[in-house]
């Protein structure tokens, strides 16, 4: 079945170091792949997407993503975290490949502590 | 630009009322998603829209949930009766193409007592 996963539903990081939230993925074909980040009370917003290219993918706010394609991963990474980053993080695939419906992930929290 | 704009905020109605969100997408987008968001379910797609027609609407969840696009610039979803187990948070979302990013409204916060 065509999905994506995150296995942690949360994930606490020392602000300062560096971070990593982890999205696996499973769909037939070329991924295309996509972050989002939800601030509490507030819709969904985009951080960054892989389609074709360079491997590692750079977003906003200091956030980038590696495609792996042979681990069928796409990690959100940050070198250095900020308490203001603690927010709930969604990785999407682009499925079926030829339409513009997303599959989410089930979220990560993210938690940056003082 | 205003981005996407829903409304209201937040609604509170009681079970068998019938309750109408709106959503009015990005100008020039011509992609438009419903979700929803749960705890227990996550974010769940319920229909999209493509150029006002719905392509997709295998995630509306039963008879009493329906959706429309009259034009480019407006979107209702209909729940009719609702439920409390229809409580929720509604989002909607739209994109210039299938490449592009979707950009998500800031919400409807459905409450059915």
């Known amino acids: 079945a065509q999905s994506v996963a995150q296995p942690e539903d949360q994930v606490n990081v020392a602000e300062g170091n560096p971070l990593t939230v982890k999205c696996t993925y499973s769909?037939?074909?070329?991924?295309?792949l996509f972050w989002y980040v939800q601030y509490p009370n507030r819709g969904l917003q985009f951080l960054l997407k892989?389609?074709?290219?360079?491997?590692l993918v750079k977003g906003s706010y200091g956030f980038e993503a590696e495609f792996n394609k042979s681990q069928t991963s796409f990690h959100l990474k940050k070198p250095s975290a900020l308490v203001s980053d603690s927010a709930l993080y969604f990785c999407?695939?682009?499925?079926?490949?030829?339409?513009?419906?997303?599959?989410f992930g089930t979220g990560t929290r993210l938690q940056v502590f003082p | 630009d205003a981005g996407v704009i829903q409304s209201p905020r937040h609604e509170v109605t009681e079970m068998g009322q019938e309750v109408t969100l709106r959503c009015k997408p990005i100008?020039?987008?011509?992609?438009l998603f419903w979700y929803r968001q749960t705890m227990m379910r996550g974010l769940e797609l319920l229909i999209y829209?493509?150029?006002?027609?719905?392509?997709?609407d295998s995630g509306m969840p039963e008879d009493r949930f329906s959706a429309k696009m009259p034009n480019a610039s407006f979107s209702t979803l209909k729940i009719q009766p609702s439920e409390p187990r229809d409580s929720a948070v509604y989002f909607c979302?739209?994109?210039?193409?299938?490449?592009?990013?979707?950009?998500f409204g800031p919400g409807t916060r459905l409450t059915v007592l």
């Open positions: 999407a695939v682009r499925f079926p490949y030829n339409t513009d419906k997303l599959i």
């Open positions: 769909v037939s074909g070329n991924p295309y």
């Open positions: 892989y389609i074709t290219g360079d491997n």
């Open positions: 100008s020039g987008h011509n992609s």
């Open positions: 829209f493509n150029n006002n027609v719905p392509i997709d």
């Open positions: 979302a739209s994109n210039a193409n299938k490449n592009n990013e979707q950009f």
